[in-house]
Each structure stands twice: as structure tokens, then as C-alpha cells.
């Protein structure tokens, strides 16, 4: 009994730490953060008054807020999509057994940790329309410049390829490490069984990595829909509203235009779908579970 | 004999191709950062000719402008913060977050799964979320502009990751070692210290690395939160898009302190990143 | 109709090091051949380059006089079994038994019959929902079968299907896997580091060691006439003692001196060994089984004087561990009358039995 209840009051000091700063910072924010949806919460403009569900309401109404909603979803989905197919497959080329394929792989990573804000700037530069390398390269192949950060169609794409080049990578590690976690004898069990290669790839590889293509997915869309440096950097929402996407949309709301009880509004809003989605997928995925 | 070596060929054949793939994807994956090098070694003519040099007379006049007199902003005092602020909050979310993490893996309790789950999931909201409470709360007990608030937001912000990702390095270990130690004598706290952590020693460089990477990066709530005595380098660099988009070359050369570090550090993370950066769910 | 030859077949994973090194061994057509063996020996490598897994360094592979070295391991039509089983963690019973069929495209519903019928003989019929990793280790290993029975192969690779599993299931599956030879008239071509389950199971075995090939037979050929002191240690479910002997050749009948025990030698056995030149050379040495001893308590000239060091109780018998100048003896005695530590005894030895071994490790008694 005395050894159990030592047991427990060791858990409780080793835990305790760590739960009171994630709820001081993590968690009572997001109860603050509703407190302050329900209010009308302006800068300098005297003080809060209780307002009900009137954010929300209006939020409902909101042609912008529609738009970025729209925005997001669309830079999610081509940016998640653009890096899965592509990663997915380099994860296959990396693991061909050659000489010198390790360094390479190493290498071709390095993106992914690059500060965000820098790749920005850096891509911001290349796409320039007047001196950027990018233009340079595609009117060498003979076609016309291209305001990839000032042209409606083009700009929210310009994103996603930054987005892409940086995370990419990304996909292609976690699926390469997932293809080596692979044992060795179920390959051997398809050759003495007599599966050829594509029945090898379709029945025996793609089902064991389904698990890790679903984790991947679901980092990619959780990580890209709070991505803001890049619009920040290199468009600030524009061409005409084409790259504002949520995190910016809110970010001008709460700090631009310093309506906090609408930006509020907006977190909280954009809390409970990512917790909805997480919470289905990751239900379906099983991440939480442990397989111990 | 002759299907031998025809067998030979053909690997090799699929290795250079291979290869060479390998190579383009580098390449690729490497341009943005050789553009940042050279932009921030051109001068200012080379910077916006068109069309691109490639060739040019290297200079360190972008790095000068940069570092002694730009502005009359130092970057130094920002990558002072930078490095003040991603030490000290590495530190305490690793710190913290091992004993949490021995904790659910050691001790387990009803709900602790639950709990680490949840813990976890704080990991997924939108940071953009946070700034409009955090930015209120701090600003109601002084702390805007502190290096105090950063510390403790990313504190916070990498606790959720170290828990998780520990928690697995720690359920790995053979349970008869500290068992063994608990035998010999050794209380609950020496177990921890002496024989448990130092054999998640590439789980802590792991998630310390990566801490560090995600403080050192973080751009939004250091935006917020900070003006002018503790913003860190992200902030400074936020700066060129309102510097009317002439100063390319020194805001590039900071560029190249903001990521070279990392890159380094990266470079000899490789073998547990995935484990890191997929939360332990892919090894 | 399988019949498997190794013609000269050498496997280098280095240049230097061989893991089989001219192997020659050809198995009948619907027979059982067990290949034994301590691990390292050589033997999965063999049955690995036989079923296509690995490449052949040096010689041929021919089944049924035709060359199988570059073939690749799909179209050899063999189907393997596995010690860890090998099953599809992804997929449940029914899809790991399938996947061989489906390999073939064979149509679903002659696949549904050919999976309930394989599952009946094995009696796994109500585990076909469950996968892998919730059944035990026996299930596993029954599936492992099914899925190789259930294609029209004849030829069955089987590398220490037994070896994981417990003492019981062993006997119980080794016996349902001889039935399985039997019924499907088929050629296996069986790995495993247990004597008494390779002799149970099969018609030849095939003692390897360090990459070769050391000698084939039945379980009691390899008992009484090993061609060499390593199978005569490795074979039998008491160690052999080996002790230093020697011929004496000027007494008026040939004589055996194993330390100070002299035995009296018949002239045929003596004989058998009196034209191996290598006799000369002097050092010999005598390979004793514990049966082929037994202990006494008065001396005699040709009785092996030593002291008990350990009793080992095997049910009825007891196997008596002495020693003395010459060495150490194991003798098989009836629990009853076994000695006690620190008794002294007097040993002699069935001299029909001796083996005897020259510097080589050759065994020169050897009946051919």
C-alpha cells in the first residue's frame, strides 16, 4: 500500500510541472480566448461589453471570412497533395541501395528546418517579377514573364510551391523511414508466394504503409493550415484577398484592424474544426494508441 | 555468364539513374539556399540586373551593412534574444517534459493515457489561435516584451512534443534495469536520473534539437508579442516587407545566420527525426 | 516430377568466407530431406539459394536436370515455409491463405473453396478473421503450412518451421507436416538444428558443418558409423566422450590403450584399420557413447580407472560424469545402481562400439 502510494505522489511531482504551464499558456488561453469571443473587445475603444453570441454571428455573415475559409482549404489541399505525391515517390527513388544515396537523402532534407519566414523572403525574391531567377528560367523555355505573386490565378499556386519545396522533404523522410520499417520477410514470403512486382507493390507495400500515409497526411493538412509566414512574406494576403487564408485573415483582424473579440471568435472557431478533424482522424488512424 | 553480367549492367544502369534523380531532387531542394548565399554576397547591381548574374564579384559589403550599420537597428541584439530565448525555453521543456513523460511511461494511472493524448493534441491547434488571449494576458501582467513571455510560450508550445515523444523512448526501456537499480537500493528520483535518462539519451538530443528548431523559428507569437527588447531574428526578418523592398542582400545575409545553424544541427539529427517530427509514430 | 540436385554449389557473401563451400546433394523425387546442423553452419544459405532468395556464387542448382541458378525465385514454383512464419501483418488469415492463389489470379470464388478446404485440414477454420498477431505461436506456423500446401507446388522448402515453437507443438506439427509429405506426394527439403525431430520427420538426413557437407544417412548410420568426430559429437542425446588412445601393435593380439585401460582389439577391427597409414602418425583418438559403457567396482587390466565427479539423474537411467588422468568419461547406468560423487569406478568399454578417430578428426573404424 505505502509502496503504491509513493509510486503515485512521484507521478504527481514528476507530472505536475508540465501540466501547469501547459495550462497556463495552453490551455486557459483557449477558455480566455472564448470569454473574449462572447464580448465586444476592441483596442482603446473603452471597455469590453458582454455581447452574446454577436461575433459568432457576424462571422457567420462574413463574406471574408467565407473567402478565407475557401482560401485555406484550397492552399491545404493543393499544397498537402502537390507534397504527398511527390514525396511519396521520392521516398521510393531514396531508397534505391546505391552508393552515396544516404549523403543525398541527408541533404535533399534540409528544407524542412529552414525558418519559415526565410523561406519567404528567399522564394519572395526568386518569384520577383522583375529580377527573379524563377522568371528568368521560364523565359528561357520561351514563354512570357509571369507576376506569380501579382497575377489572381497564379499567386495562391506560387505559395504552394514554396510550401512544397519545404516540405516535401518532410513527406519524403516519414515515408522513406516508414519503407524501411518494412520487414524484409514479407518480401520473401511475396517471392516465394509468386506476387511479381506489381502485385508486390499493391498488395504487400502500399497496405503496411497505409498507417504511416495517414500520419503524414494528417501532419501535412494540420501543419499547412496554420501556415502564415509565407503569406506574410510574400503576397500579405493579396493579390486582392487571393492568398488570405485563415491564420492571416485573423492575424489582420485581431492586430490590424484590432477587433479582438471577432478574431477571438475566429480562433475559436478555427479550434473546434481542427480539433473535430484531428479527433475523427486521428480516431480512424489510431496514432493515439499505443501498439506496446 | 552472359545473363550474369547482363544483370550487373542493368543495375548499374538503374543505379545512375537512380542517382542521378537523386541529384536533381537535391538540387532542387538546395537552390532557394544557394540563391540566399549569393544574393547576400552580390552588390546591390548584381542583385537586381536582369537577367540573373551568375557570375560575379563577391562582396562583403551586405553582410557589413547588415551587422554594423543597417538601419540602426543591431541584429546582433536580436540574435542575442534568439539565442537567449531558445536556450532557456530547450532547457525547460525538456527538462520538464522528461519527468512528465517518465512519469506516464513509468507510472501509469487511470486516464494517463487519456491525458498524454491530450497533452499531444494541444500540439495541433493553430498558433494563430493563441495570439489574440496570450497577447492579452501577457500584456495584463507586464510581460509583453519580455524575453520571460517567449520563454515561457515556447516552454509551453514544445512541452506537448517533448511529453510525447519521450514517452515512447521511455516505454522502450527494458523495465528489469530500473528494476534491477530499484533492488539495489536506488530511490524512485536516482532510477530517474541515473539509469532512465541516461538511456533516452538520443530521444533528449532529439527532442532538444528539434525544441530548439521550433523556438528558434517561431515567427507569429514573437511577432505579437515582442516590439523591440526581446524580438528575435524572425522578427527582424518580418521587418523587409515593410523596408520598401530594396535592402535584398543584407536581409538575405541575416537570413543565412537564421539558417545555417540549423542546418548543421539537422545535418547530424538524421537518425531520429522522423521519430521527432511524426510525434513517434513513425521510426 | 522434383528432383533436386547440388551440383558443387559455393555461397560467398565475402571473398574470403565462404557460408557453403561445394556442396553436392541430390534429393529424390517425393522424398524428405533433412539438412542438420549447429546455426552458422550453412544450411539456411542452402535452402535460401535453393529457393531463389539468394544468388549462387559458384555451381548449379538443377531441378530436374534443368539449371535453376538464374531463375528467379517467382517462377521457381517452390513454396517455403518459414521459422518466424513470414505471415502478411496487414492482412487476416484468409488473405495470407489467398495471397498465393491471388498471386495466380485465380477467381475469387475458387479461391473462397481452396481456403476453406486448406483451413479445414489444419483446423485453423475459425481463426480466418483474426490476423497474425492474435494467434499463437502454433496457429501461426499452421497458417505458414496452409499457405504453402495451398498451391499445386510439389516442392516444399521448409527452413525451421518448428523452431519457435514449443516442445509439444513441435511434435504435434512435425507430425501433421509428415502426413502433409505423404498425402501430397510432394519433395521437402526441411532445415533444422534438432536431431530428433530431423530423424522423426525424415527419410535422409544431411549433416552440415562450417559450410560443407559432412555426411548423409539415416539417424543410425550417423550414430554408429560418422564419418567424422564432429558428427559422432554432434549426433546422439548424450554427449560422446572422446578420449586420447592409442594401438599397441607389438602385444601378442592387437591391443587398444585408452589411458591405462588396455582392451583387447579383434583381429577384424584391427585390421580395418591397419592399412590407414595415417595410424602411424600416433596421436588417436577414441569416441565412447555413455551406452557403451558401463562401471564397475573392481579394477582389470583393460577397465579404465576414474573418480565420479557429477550424477545426473535421466529418469530410470542416470548418466554418470567421471574423471581420471586420461580425461573425462560419460557413462549411461541404471539409476539404481549408479555410483555416488566421489566414488571410485572402474570403466569398460563395448569395444564392438569404439570409435576411433585420427588426427584429422576422420573416424578410421568407419564401416563402408
Given at each position: 500500500m505505502k509502496y503504491f502510494r509513493e509510486k503515485r505522489r512521484i507521478a504527481f511531482a514528476m507530472i505536475s510541472p508540465s501540466i501547469l504551464v501547459i495550462v497556463a499558456i495552453n490551455i486557459f488561453p483557449i477558455l480566455f480566448a472564448v470569454y473574449i469571443s462572447l464580448h465586444l473587445w476592441s483596442f482603446g475603444r473603452g471597455v469590453p461589453r458582454f455581447a452574446g453570441f454577436l461575433n459568432y454571428e457576424e462571422l457567420y455573415y462574413d463574406g471574408r471570412f467565407g473567402d478565407a475559409v475557401l482560401t485555406s482549404a484550397k492552399f491545404v489541399f493543393f499544397a498537402v497533395l502537390l507534397e504527398f505525391v511527390v514525396g511519396f515517390a521520392l521516398a521510393f527513388l531514396f531508397n534505391?541501395?546505391?552508393?552515396?544515396m544516404a549523403t543525398l537523402r541527408q541533404i535533399a532534407v534540409l528544407p524542412i528546418m529552414v525558418m519559415p519566414i526565410v523561406a519567404g523572403l528567399v522564394w519572395f525574391y526568386m518569384f520577383n517579377e522583375n529580377f527573379g531567377v524563377i522568371n528568368w528560367l521560364i523565359t528561357l523555355l520561351g514563354s512570357e514573364k509571369v507576376g506569380f505573386l501579382t497575377d489572381l490565378d497564379v499567386a495562391l499556386f506560387s505559395i504552394v510551391l514554396a510550401d512544397a519545396w519545404q516540405w516535401t522533404p518532410f513527406v519524403m523522410l516519414v515515408m522513406f523511414a516508414a519503407l524501411q520499417s518494412l520487414p524484409e520477410y514479407v518480401y520473401e514470403a511475396a517471392k516465394m508466394d509468386g506476387l511479381n512486382a506489381w502485385q508486390t507493390f499493391w498488395r504487400v507495400t502500399i497496405p503496411m504503409l497505409r498507417p504511416s500515409i495517414m500520419i503524414v497526411i494528417l501532419l501535412r493538412i494540420v501543419d499547412s493550415f496554420k501556415m502564415i509566414e509565407l503569406v506574410f512574406m510574400m503576397t500579405q494576403g493579396g493579390p486582392a484577398g487571393r492568398t488570405e487564408v485563415l491564420p492571416w485573415y485573423l492575424y489582420v483582424t485581431g492586430?490590424?484592424?484590432?477587433?479582438l473579440g471577432f478574431a477571438a471568435a475566429m480562433a475559436v472557431s478555427m479550434l473546434i474544426l481542427v480539433t473535430i478533424f484531428t479527433q475523427l482522424f486521428l480516431s480512424r488512424v489510431g496514432i493515439g494508441n499505443d501498439n506496446k | 555468364m552472359t545473363s550474369n553480367s547482363q544483370v550487373a549492367a542493368q543495375f548499374s544502369l538503374r543505379a545512375v539513374l537512380a542517382l542521378g534523380a537523386a541529384c536533381v531532387v537535391v538540387g532542387f531542394s538546395l537552390f532557394p539556399l544557394y540563391i540566399m548565399i549569393t544574393t547576400a554576397l552580390k552588390s546591390e547591381s548584381d542583385i537586381f540586373s536582369w537577367p540573373p548574374t551568375w557570375t560575379f564579384e563577391p562582396t562583403l559589403q551586405a553582410f557589413k551593412n547588415a551587422f554594423l550599420l543597417f538601419g540602426g537597428q543591431n541584429v546582433l541584439v536580436f540574435l542575442f534574444n534568439s539565442v537567449l530565448i531558445t536556450a532557456a525555453s530547450t532547457v525547460l521543456a525538456v527538462g520538464l517534459g522528461s519527468m512528465a513523460a517518465y512519469a506516464l511511461a513509468r507510472f501509469p494511472f487511470r486516464g494517463s493515457k487519456h491525458l498524454a493524448f491530450f497533452i499531444l493534441s494541444t500540439r495541433f491547434a493553430p498558433p494563430v489561435a493563441f495570439i489574440v488571449p496570450i497577447y492579452l494576458m501577457f500584456r495584463s501582467v507586464g510581460l509583453i516584451d519580455t524575453h520571460l513571455a517567449l520563454i515561457l510560450f515556447y516552454t509551453s508550445m514544445n512541452l506537448s512534443f517533448v511529453i510525447w515523444v519521450l514517452r515512447g523512448f521511455f516505454a522502450d526501456i527494458p523495465i528489469e534495469l530500473e528494476e534491477a537499480a530499484l533492488v539495489d537500493g536506488y530511490t524512485r528520483w536516482q532510477v530517474f536520473l541515473r539509469i532512465a535518462l541516461p538511456l533516452v539519451r538520443p530521444g533528449l538530443a532529439a527532442t532538444a534539437i528539434l525544441s530548439a528548431v521550433f523556438a528558434w523559428n517561431e515567427f507569429l507569437l514573437a511577432n505579437i508579442i515582442t516590439q523591440r527588447d526581446a524580438a528575435t531574428i524572425p522578427v527582424y526578418l518580418s521587418g523587409f516587407s515593410a523596408s520598401m523592398g530594396i535592402a535584398w542582400g543584407e536581409y538575405m545575409a541575416v537570413g543565412f545566420f537564421a539558417v545555417a545553424p540549423i542546418m548543421i544541427f539537422t545535418l547530424f539529427l538524421q537518425r531520429h527525426l522522423v521519430r521527432g517530427l511524426t510525434f513517434g509514430a513513425v521510426r | 516430377m522434383p528432383r533436386i540436385e547440388f551440383d558443387n554449389v559455393s555461397k560467398r557473401y565475402a571473398p574470403s568466407s565462404a557460408a557453403v563451400e561445394n556442396l553436392s546433394l541430390t534429393i529424390e523425387d517425393g522424398s524428405f530431406l533433412c539438412v542438420l546442423g549447429p546455426s552458422g553452419c550453412g544450411k539456411s544459405s542452402t535452402l535460401r539459394m535453393l529457393a531463389g532468395l539468394e544468388s549462387i556464387t559458384e555451381g548449379e542448382i538443377r531441378v530436374d536436370g534443368k539449371r535453376y541458378n538464374e531463375l528467379k525465385a517467382q517462377s521457381r514454383d517452390f513454396a517455403m515455409v518459414f521459422e518466424n512464419y513470414a505471415l502478411y501483418p496487414h492482412l487476416d488469415v484468409y488473405g495470407n491463405l489467398a495471397m498465393p492463389l491471388a498471386a495466380r489470379k485465380m477467381p475469387r470464388q475458387e479461391i473462397a473453396r481452396r481456403v476453406e478446404e486448406i483451413a479445414n485440414t489444419l483446423q485453423i477454420s475459425d481463426q480466418l478473421r483474426k490476423k497474425p498477431r492474435q494467434l499463437s505461436g502454433g496457429q501461426r506456423q499452421r497458417v505458414g503450412l496452409g499457405r504453402a500446401i495451398i498451391r499445386d507446388t510439389r516442392t516444399f522448402l521448409m527452413?525451421?518451421?518448428?523452431?519457435?515453437?514449443e516442445a509439444y507443438l513441435r511434435q504435434q506439427l512435425r507430425t501433421e507436416i509428415r502426413r502433409l509429405h505423404e498425402e501430397l506426394g510432394a519433395t521437402t527439403f526441411y532445415i533444422t538444428h534438432d536431431q530428433e525431430e530431423a530423424a522423426a520427420i525424415s527419410d535422409r538426413i544431411a549433416v552440415m558443418s562450417e559450410g560443407r557437407l559432412q555426411q548423409t544417412g539415416d539417424l543410425l548410420t550417423l550414430l554408429d558409423?560418422?564419418?567424422?568426430r564432429f558428427v559422432a559429437e554432434f549426433i546422439g542425446n548424450l554427449p560422446i566422450s572422446i578420449l586420447p588412445a592409442s594401438i599397441a601393435s607389438n602385444a601378442a593380439s592387437p591391443e587398444l590403450s585408452v589411458g591405462d585401460a588396455r582392451i583387447p582389439f579383434s583381429e577384424r577391427r584391427a585390421s580395418e584399420i591397419a592399412d590407414s597409414t595415417r595410424v602411424a602418425a600416433g596421436r588417436l583418438e577414441a569416441g565412447v557413447r555413455p551406452d557403451a559403457v558401463t562401471l564397475h567396482e573392481e579394477s582389470a587390466r583393460h577397465r579404465l580407472p576414474l573418480r565420479v565427479s557429477v550424477v545426473e539423474p535421466v529418469g530410470d537411467m542416470a548418466v554418470i560424469v567421471a574423471d581420471g588422468p586420461a580425461g573425462r568419461l560419460r557413462a549411461a547406468v541404471p539409476s539404481d545402481s549408479a555410483p555416488s560423487p566421489g566414488n571410485s569406478v572402474h570403466a569398460e568399454f563395448d569395444a564392438s562400439r569404439i570409435l576411433l578417430f585420427d588426427g584429422d578428426g576422420r573416424n578410421i573404424l568407419r564401416k563402408t
Open positions: 534505391v541501395k546505391v552508393r552515396g492586430f490590424q484592424a484590432l477587433d | - | 527452413d525451421e518451421p518448428l523452431g519457435h515453437l558409423n560418422p564419418v567424422n
